[in-house]
């Protein structure tokens, strides 16, 4: 059990070494590119091969990169794996040496490897939480842009929105987001796909498609967003309803974490020593804490499934 600990443990090393050597690798090479010329730097062929392999995967791979594409994160889905590989490491080395059973490797390899994950799906959705109320005056400023051009260009309407910067924070920075995308990459519907998947509504959806038809087919759509903008000031009170909703759960989640902090607080307080012997050195007490950390594990997927329904 201890060769398997710390053969682990030099696994999560190793991995933590290649990662931090890769990443440095890149930004050094990023660096020279930007000053040797203007355009976007082509990556090198070891680079371009490796993601290939990943893009083989299409979907999970797709939807890691949208993911952190819609929040803006720098990593690749390439380091985000590796960084789920590497706690999984960490998982087992951690059921090997602190609760020595076959059990809790298991079920810190599933806890620890999907953590980075659900960090990722919690952070879009406070993000979508954050903006939700604000894409209503964002669409509506779009709209006017859109109509001072004379409704020929998508692209120099989006421009004039985001200079005129009267968004808020977030949404301010999703459009952009999606200006530069448009602006820079060829790959118009992976853009919208993200623009829509940072605010998460379906509202967000109906916008992309008008987007999608006018930036293909160049047609006049300013009767389709003037319609989309009819349709959600009706559904505003609806979406202020959702968003408390949203609260509510989110809530929900959280209280059993500060409820077992508080629990084993007032434990420690009263009773140091016995807290001791009960929850670090005898395996009983480690394996409660075990099974609650898998409650609120549970309990935060679920809390995400279920925020990803109302939204």
């Known amino acids: 059990m201890l060769k398997i600990a710390i053969i682990s443990l030099i696994g999560v090393l190793f991995l933590l070494l290649y990662v931090s050597f890769r990443f440095g690798i890149l930004a050094w090479w990023d660096g020279q590119s930007r000053k040797k010329r203007l355009k976007a730097s082509h990556s090198n062929r070891w680079s371009a091969d490796l993601s290939h392999q990943w893009t083989r995967l299409s979907k999970p791979h797709r939807h890691i990169s949208d993911l952190m594409l819609a929040l803006g994160w720098r990593m690749k889905p390439q380091g985000f794996v590796i960084c789920s590989l590497a706690m999984g490491s960490l998982g087992i080395a951690a059921g ?9 490797v298991v079920i810190l390899i599933c806890v620890l490897g999907c953590l980075p994950y659900l960090l990722l799906r919690m952070s879009l959705i406070n993000r979508q939480m954050a903006t939700r109320l604000e894409f209503l005056p964002a669409v509506e400023m779009f709209y006017q842009s ?36 448009l602006s820079v990459k060829g790959d118009d519907e992976g853009s919208l796909r993200r623009f829509s998947l940072s605010f998460g509504s379906m509202w967000s959806d109906y916008f992309g498609s008008i987007l999608k038809v006018a930036l293909e087919e160049g047609n006049n759509v300013s009767d389709n967003l003037k319609e989309l903008i009819s349709d959600m000031r009706k559904a505003q009170l609806a979406n202020q309803v959702e968003r408390h909703r949203l609260l509510e759960i989110r809530l929900a989640n959280f209280a059993p974490i500060m409820f ?6 007032v434990n420690f307080r009263l009773n140091p020593e016995g807290s001791y012997q009960y929850y670090i050195l005898d395996s009983g007490g480690r394996g409660m804490l075990l099974n609650a950390v898998v409650l609120l594990f549970g309990s935060l997927m679920m809390g995400l499934y279920l925020s990803r329904r109302e939204i």
């Not at 090997?96 to 809790?104: D, E, G, K, T």
């Not at 120099?156 to 949404?171: C, Y």
């Open 96 to 104: 090997i040496l602190v609760f020595q059973s076959f059990r809790s």
């Open 146 to 181: 859109y109509l001072i051009t004379g409704c020929r260009h998508i692209r120099i309407a989006l421009q004039k929105t985001v200079e005129e910067r009267r968004l808020p924070g977030e949404v301010q920075a999703v459009f952009e987001q999606l200006y530069r995308n």
């Open 260 to 265: 077992l902090a508080l629990f084993v607080g």
